[in-house]
């Protein structure tokens, strides 16, 4: 029989461990340049951006074992994405620069459907009707497809059945990041104000 006190340590374990991924775990915090992105999350951010484009533009070129490496590149990257703005979201303290933050976090956001691209281009042009065949036909279907717009110009053929789960995985992805970075731009907008309040009242209060 489950208990509240095994609900509570079932969350408080989830939360340790998201803190362990966002300090210890990401690829920000690897051993090999650790130090140079120390405080300079954004620098590694933007280097993440230019790597999943020249994943996405280079893809075509690759043997079929670069190709597996770029896409588990781009696996852990997007698996990063999500973790490292929920922990940060949820569980961290308050940024040092809510500024910062709030452009590191909505850059991220866009970088998802970059990442899928990726995962397109590893396809069968085959796969989606017409075809996608070039690395903008496959950005301009993955941010159509991350934003719901679904102008239905591109689409994964029936029997297609790798692009299908793609697509779904990419939309719950999408909707799920959106979701948490709309919480995140909220408390960060909202954090200056109710800590002037507190220390408004400590104020009063001596």
């Not at 696996?75 to 933050?101: N, Q």
């Not at 998802?112 to 996608?132: D, E, G, K, N, Q």
């Amino acid at each position: 029989m489950i208990t509240t006190g095994d609900t509570i340590k079932f969350w408080q374990n989830i939360e340790k461990y998201l803190n362990q991924w966002k300090d210890e775990l990401s690829p920000v915090r690897w051993k090999p340049w650790r130090t140079l992105f120390t405080g300079r999350e954004g620098v590694y951010v933007f280097i993440r951006f230019l790597v999943l484009l020249a994943l996405a533009w280079l893809l075509p070129l690759f043997q079929w074992y670069l190709e597996v490496v770029a896409l588990l590149v781009t696996s852990i990257f997007i698996f990063d994405m999500v973790v490292y703005i929920t922990g940060t979201t949820f569980v961290s303290r308050a940024p040092k620069s809510r500024l910062r933050s709030a452009i590191l976090s909505s850059f991220s956001f866009v970088q998802l459907p970059i990442a899928f691209a990726v995962f397109y281009r590893s396809l069968p042009t085959s796969s989606f009707c017409p075809s996608l065949s070039t690395t903008v036909q496959a950005f301009y279907f993955s941010f159509v497809t991350i934003t719901t717009l679904g102008y239905g110009d591109i689409k994964p053929k029936s029997d297609a059945s790798v692009a299908q789960i793609l697509v779904i995985a990419e939309i719950i992805i999408g909707f799920y990041f959106i979701t948490i970075l709309i919480a995140r731009l909220i408390s960060l907008s909202t954090y200056e104000e109710k800590h002037n309040d507190t220390n408004d009242k400590c104020d009063n209060s001596t």
